[in-house]
């Protein structure tokens, strides 16, 4: 079964620089949700789409955006990093409002390192 | 607020024993969701089982079962006749149907040995 598909899987970047990081869901799901993981953390929510608007938003830094497109990709925007923001980045996929199905299927993630 | 609890922080087993994850919730919400999820050392996490605040029916899958107390608000994962590939960090969460973003506790590192 197709799964959640996250890229770049590993990205090293420098302080200050921005990092872009992408995420597909899996077919047909419409809400796609976006974690952190810090090392030795568990994971915290940062930000969700549901069809393609910003339905709920958790701890993301004023420095991170992010948007669902119309295929329903969503894309994570990092500026200004900071070392801080070294982590494991996490997508998630779920059918969305109205279902009867709240499992959010995650991707492989990206280990963003910024040096 | 919500809040998950997970105060093992880490078990290790001999193959073969059962281990029983424990998980302590608070939520003001009369409905909500529970989940586990098993992080391996690749990194991923898989989802294991959702549980409705609404069904208190324990769910056994093959080795894993789960216990879900309303009254004590607990969630607890047991693994019978562990293996080396249960090995992993298991994560608990919950989630309430207003805002549905999960809630993790800290996690159980998990390692069976050989």
């Known amino acids: 079964a197709a799964g959640v598909i996250q890229s770049p899987r590993h990205l090293i970047k420098e302080k200050r620089e921005t990092a872009t990081l992408k995420c597909y869901p899996i077919?047909?799901?419409?809400?796609v949700y976006w974690y952190q993981q810090g090392p030795g953390q568990d994971p915290q929510f940062l930000i969700s789409?549901?069809?393609?608007?910003?339905?709920d938003k958790g701890s993301i830094p004023d420095r991170f955006s992010a948007q669902q497109f119309s295929d329903y990709h969503s894309e994570l925007n990092m500026s200004s990093l900071e070392l801080g923001d070294s982590a494991l980045y996490f997508c998630?996929?779920?059918?969305?409002?109205?279902?009867?199905?709240?499992?959010?299927?995650f991707g492989p993630g990206t280990r963003l390192t910024v040096t | 607020a919500q809040k998950v609890t997970q105060a093992q922080t880490e078990i290790s087993v001999v193959e073969k024993e059962d281990v029983t994850l424990d998980c302590v919730y608070e939520?003001?919400?009369?409905?909500?969701?529970l989940f586990w999820y098993k992080q391996p050392p690749s990194g991923e996490l898989v989802f294991l089982i959702r549980?409705?605040?609404?069904?208190?029916q324990n769910e056994i899958s093959g080795r894993y079962s789960w216990n879900f107390q309303k009254s004590t608000s607990s969630f607890n994962f047991t693994i019978t006749a562990s293996q080396v590939v249960d090995s992993a960090v298991y994560f608990c969460?919950?989630?309430?149907?207003?805002?549905?973003?999960?809630?993790f506790g800290s996690g159980t590192r998990l390692q069976v040995q050989p």
């Open positions: 077919p047909r799901h419409d809400t």
């Open positions: 789409f549901y069809e393609k608007m910003q339905s």
């Open positions: 969460a919950l989630m309430d149907t207003g805002r549905r973003a999960l809630t």
């Open positions: 549980r409705n605040s609404f069904d208190e």
């Open positions: 939520t003001r919400d009369t409905t909500y969701y």
């Open positions: 998630a996929s779920s059918l969305g409002r109205g279902r009867e199905t709240y499992e959010q299927y």
